[in-house]
Antibody, heavy 118, light 107 residues
Framework: EVQLVESGGDLVQPGGSLRLSCAAS????????MHWVRQVPGKGLVWVSR????????NYADSVKGRFTISRDNAKDMLYLEMISLTVEDTALYYC???????????WGQGTLVTVSS | DIKMTQSPSTLSASVGDRVTITCRAS??????LAWYQQKPGKAPKLLIY???NLESGVPSRFSGSGSGTEFTLTISSLQPDDFATYYC?????????FGQGTKLEIK
């Protein structure tokens, strides 16, 4: 069974930093592209970032480019999102998502909540 | 960046109704479009991929169509479990994007 379990969400002050983690299991992690998608509670889905299977290629939404860094450790089946210079607009539930290149985003974790507030 | 626009934003319907949600893209996607269903407190669930392909396990009352810049999601006969929010998402470009969502409510 495919499982994606996020962790690391917390309350952080504006300007602060945070590192999210996603533990993957139940599939061959090192052949799939992975994504982060966020959602402000009660609002819509916003794509954040993606990384290819070997970690060489990354893409970011304009709103986080230069502040967020996606990475992965295929030896540990882990996905990460390093976030710096956080603002209140980054407050959201962050989902770790697997991509199947044919079907797009086929498995989602349950999310980890990041709250940026003073 | 590709902008995705869904309509309507809210849709009121009854059990047994046939409903259609439209998604328009700011540039051509070919058929690289997916649809998701999300219920309160839950992660999104993939319904349709490549515009018209039904994900495994999804009931056949769901269908998708379209190509280029205009796409539709149709539910042929609404069931109580279908009342949720639906999102389209493009994966034609390196930067993915979602529509703003359509909330399907019980009339």
């Amino acid at each position: 069974e495919v499982q994606l379990v996020e962790s690391g969400g917390d309350l952080v002050q504006p300007g602060g930093s945070l590192r999210l983690s996603c533990a993957a299991s139940g599939f061959t992690f090192n052949i799939f592209w992975m994504h982060w998608v966020r959602q402000v509670p009660g609002k819509g889905l916003v794509w954040v970032s993606r990384i290819n299977s070997d970690g060489v290629r990354t893409n970011y939404a304009d709103s986080v480019k230069g502040r967020f860094t996606i990475s992965r450790d295929n030896a540990k089946d882990m996905l990460y999102l390093e976030m710096i210079s956080l603002t209140v607009e980054d407050t959201a539930l962050y989902y770790c998502v697997r991509e199947n290149l044919e079907t797009s985003l086929d498995y989602w974790g349950q999310g980890t909540l990041v709250t940026v507030s003073s | 960046d590709i902008k995705m626009t869904q309509s309507p934003s809210t849709l009121s319907a009854s059990v047994g109704d046939r409903v259609t949600i439209t998604c328009r893209a700011s540039e051509s996607l070919s058929r690289w479009l997916a649809w998701y269903q999300q219920k309160p407190g839950k992660a999104p669930k993939l319904l349709i991929y490549k515009a018209s392909n039904l994900e495994s396990g999804v009931p056949s009352r769901f269908s998708g169509s379209g190509s280029g810049t205009e796409f539709t999601l149709t539910i042929s006969s609404l069931q109580p479990d279908d009342f949720a929010t639906y999102y389209c998402q493009q994966y034609n470009s390196d930067l993915y994007s979602f529509g703003q969502g359509t909330k399907l409510e019980i009339k």
